[in-house]
């Protein structure tokens, strides 16, 4: 076990070396420069005015030059400064994350709190009205576009209903407000996007709970409780559901990553100020710095969820061990 997380560990640094060379390469070979965005495209600005800015920002020096300029300044935990404002990335990251991590958390805690029961239920009464409604719910998930549905929702409870407010998350007027309006206003701007958030896993997650509690019900154990005269719901629910959501701690540890790395559908539809709207920002303005920030912070999670959920998996379930 202990050769196997060193062996996983020191695999994370050679990936991240790959991600990040590989994201400067696709930056560098798309069509656009970053000095005139810098300036708008105006095309008063001189020949002279953009060469200056790309020897500011080293844009001038060969593309390996620039990534080896990078590798050495994350190493002393420097992601350099945006394009945009030349401000350090990492303030513009703490900045967004707390916006990304309260509509994931939200958009997460929902996805669990509903899936699994819908899932355990329709495995436990399969072939009844609920098992078949769930179905068709789980149906209209797979097919429904994520952001056409944000655009219903926007278009329908925020337009016509005057419901809920559509985009953003603090309004220039929401400082002059008491601590409870504000909070009541942060909730309710939090509804849409969180339902648009959770709508497409919760479909997923729940007929994925139902397979595997369909799987376990199958087993020696389950028909050997049911012939010791115990009740149906506590074979379900004390028996089968502990062994069935095992297979969960595999999705939950890749979860990590859309923590922080948040969405760039939905943030960007309901001008949302988190991480993927942060990354969606940059890329559009080819902001260099900001995009290997966000790119590889996400990489690093995603590597590390994978590890942990394959952890976690071996210490749930004593049959597992790695070697």
Request: hydrophobic share 50%.
């Amino acid at each position: 076990m202990v050769n196997y997380l060193l062996r996983r560990i020191l695999i994370i640094p050679v990936m991240l070396l790959m991600i990040s060379l590989i994201t400067l390469g696709v930056m560098h070979i798309s069509p656009g420069d970053p000095a005139a965005l810098r300036y708008g495209l105006n095309p008063e600005v001189s020949a002279t005015a953009l060469d200056r800015m790309r020897e500011l920002y080293g844009l001038d020096q060969p593309f390996l030059t620039q990534y080896r300029g990078w590798l050495i300044r994350v190493v002393s935990l420097d992601l350099g400064n945006s394009f945009i404002d030349d401000r350090p990335v990492q303030t513009i990251i703490l900045e967004r994350l707390p916006a990304t991590l309260l509509l994931n958390i939200l958009s997460l805690a929902l996805i669990f709190a509903v899936a699994i029961p819908i899932g355990v239920v329709s495995a436990w009464r399969r072939g009844s009205f609920f098992d078949r409604s769930a179905g068709l719910l789980v149906f209209i998930g797979y097919s429904t576009p994520t952001f056409w549905l944000a655009l219903l929702l926007i278009m329908f409870f925020g337009v016509r209903l005057g419901w809920f407010p559509i985009s953003g998350m603090r309004p220039w007027y929401v400082q002059f407000m008491p601590p409870a309006a504000q909070l009541r206003d942060l909730a309710s701007r939090l509804v849409l996007p969180v339902f648009a958030t959770a709508f497409g896993g919760l479909a997923g997650l729940s007929r994925y709970a139902r397979s595997s509690v369909l799987e376990v019900l199958r087993q020696d154990y389950v028909r050997a409780a049911r012939a010791k005269g115990l009740t149906e719901k506590r074979v379900v629910w004390k028996h089968a559901v502990k062994n069935a959501l095992l297979p969960v701690v595999t999705i939950m540890g890749l979860t990590l990553p859309s923590l922080i790395g948040g969405s760039v559908i939905f943030e960007t539809i309901f001008s949302w100020p988190g991480m993927g709207r942060l990354g969606y920002n940059a890329i559009m303005n080819y902001d260099y710095p900001v995009v290997m920030g966000v790119g590889v912070l996400s990489a690093f999670l995603t590597l590390v969820g994978i590890l942990i959920s394959d952890l976690a998996y071996a210490w749930i379930d004593p049959r597992i061990r790695y070697r």
